[in-house]
């Protein structure tokens, strides 16, 4: 079983900067997808971003394409999301996901979860 741990979020205005890490512990993520989700109050958790195992193709949101970028250091077992020009609408939990098998869009996918890190742009 992999335990995730996120940190790195934090309040940031408008057009600001964050970058997010997952730590895994408990087994090595190198042979599995890995990605981000994020769920704002009263919405569901939606997909944000997913890397390849070896980190050579990578998948994003429509509404994050251009200004997010996700990376990832498998010698560390760590994976990063690089958050640039940041809008109000970004404001959710983001949740690290370690992924079985399936689609990365989809949420069934998924088979362990972080605890989520709160990320909050002023306007």
């Known amino acids: 079983q992999v335990q995730l741990g996120e940190s790195g979020g934090g309040l940031v205005q408008a057009g600001g900067s964050l970058r997010l890490s997952c730590t895994a512990s408990?087994?090595?993520?190198?042979?599995?997808?890995m990605g981000w989700f994020r769920q704002a109050p009263g919405k569901e958790r939606e997909f944000v971003a997913a890397?390849?195992?070896?980190?050579?193709?990578?998948f994003y949101a429509d509404s994050v394409k251009g200004r997010f970028t996700i990376s990832r250091v498998n010698a560390k077992n760590t994976v990063y999301l690089q958050m640039n020009s940041l809008k109000p609408e970004d404001t959710a939990i983001y949740y690290c996901?370690?992924?079985?098998?399936?689609?990365?869009?989809?949420?069934?996918?998924?088979?362990?979860w972080g605890q989520g890190t709160q990320v909050t742009v002023s306007s």
């Open positions: 890397i390849t195992p070896g980190g050579g193709t990578t």
């Open positions: 408990g087994r090595t993520i190198t042979n599995n997808y």
């Open positions: 996901a370690f992924y079985n098998r399936g689609s990365v869009y989809e949420r069934k996918s998924v088979g362990s």
